[in-house]
Structure formats: C-alpha cells, structure tokens
C-alpha cells in the first residue's frame, strides 16, 4: 500500500501537473485514493493513506508542515464511516464522496492559506480552482476507481492468505 501511495503522489506531482499546465490545475489524485481506501478499508486505512499522502505533498509542495496531512486524515476519516454501507460494483457513492470531499478540501485551502493572506476572492477561486479541480478529479475517478478496487481486492486476498498459512498445521 505504501508503494500505490508513493507511486500515486509521483503522477499527481509529475504527469498530471504537465498534462493539465494550461488549466494550471490538476486533478487531486492523492484526494481520491485516500477517499477510496477509506471507503473499501474503513477509518484507520483511510487515515493511514491520507496521512502519508498529506506528508508527502507537504513536504514537497506545502507551506505549512501537516496542513495537507490533516486535510487528507479528515477526509480519510470521515471516508471511512461508509465503510459498513459499501458496495463494490456501484461507483456512484465513490464519485459523490470525492466530489464533496475535494469541495471541503478546496474550500479549506482557500480558507487557510489565501484568506489569511488577505485575498478575499473567493468566487473566483471557486470558479477557476475548485469546480475544474472538482470535474478533472470525477473524471479521473471513474477511470482509475475500478484500478484501486482491483488492487484493494488482490492486497485484502494476499492478507487473507498469509494470515491463513500462519494458523496451518504443519
């Protein structure tokens, strides 16, 4: 799961930033994995991946040490209480989450670190920031959702096996 997390922040940082360099905005990809992860694994899981997610955009691109891995566990978090009411062929309610869960995060980031700033535009940026950011990241989810289900499937089988062998008699 670190792997996905690592190799998952290096397209957000490096693929979609030059992909979408015109709209000057890119879809917030560590946003759906950790809604997805929450979602399939419940709270602790999600809040795990949001926050290595949230540490790692920090570290690189933050200027405040955490804020994004707070973001990220919150949304982890409350991700995960829909865990029991999950259904895995029905990609509606994964799209509604990470629709509203990249509205929370955008209208946070603008809260926090361009209102205390002193720029008080925020019906600009949420008409050029959040709602492309909120199309590009329902888009992308649909496409790599079914990816994440794939992987999460294949990780909980590998689990469900080593955790069997070790209680085998031998």
Same mark, same amino acid.
């Given at each position: 799961?670190?792997?996905?997390?690592?190799?998952?922040? %290096?397209? #957000?940082?490096?693929?979609? #930033?030059?992909?979408? /360099?015109?709209?000057?905005? /890119?879809?917030?990809?560590?946003?759906?994995?950790?809604? @997805?992860? +929450?979602?399939?694994?419940?709270?602790?899981?999600?809040?795990?991946?949001? &926050?290595? *997610?949230?540490? %790692? @955009?920090?570290?690189? &691109? +933050? @200027?405040?040490?955490?804020?994004?891995?707070?973001? !990220?566990?919150?949304?982890?978090?409350?991700? *995960?209480?829909?865990?029991?009411?999950? !259904?895995?062929?029905?990609?509606?309610?994964?799209?509604?989450?990470?629709?509203?869960?990249?509205? +929370?995060?955008?209208? /946070?980031?603008? /809260?926090? #670190?361009?209102?205390?700033?002193?720029? %008080? +535009?925020?019906?600009? !940026?949420? !008409?050029?920031?959040?709602?492309?950011?909120?199309?590009?990241?329902?888009?992308?989810?649909?496409?790599?959702?079914?990816?994440?289900?794939?992987?999460?499937?294949?990780?909980?089988?590998?689990?469900?096996?080593?955790?069997?062998?070790?209680?085998?008699?031998?």
């Amino acid at each position: 799961m670190i792997l996905l997390i690592f190799f998952c922040f %290096l397209l #957000q940082s490096t693929l979609f #930033q030059n992909i979408f /360099a015109a709209a000057e905005i /890119a879809p917030n990809f560590m946003g759906i994995l950790t809604v @997805s992860f +929450g979602l399939m694994r419940g709270k602790r899981e999600g809040m795990f991946v949001g &926050f290595l *997610g949230g540490i %790692l @955009s920090d570290l690189f &691109f +933050g @200027s405040a040490l955490g804020f994004t891995a707070l973001l !990220y566990v919150i949304i982890g978090y409350c991700c *995960g209480f829909c865990y029991r009411i999950f !259904y895995d062929d029905d990609v509606k309610m994964p799209v509604i989450l990470i629709a509203v869960s990249d509205i +929370g995060y955008g209208i /946070a980031m603008y /809260a926090f #670190q361009f209102l205390l700033r002193g720029r %008080l +535009g925020f019906l600009t !940026y949420i !008409y050029r920031i959040i709602i492309p950011e909120i199309v590009y990241t329902v888009f992308l989810t649909i496409i790599v959702y079914r990816i994440f289900y794939w992987i999460n499937y294949h990780l909980m089988d590998t689990v469900r096996k080593e955790s069997e062998s070790i209680w085998e008699l031998k």
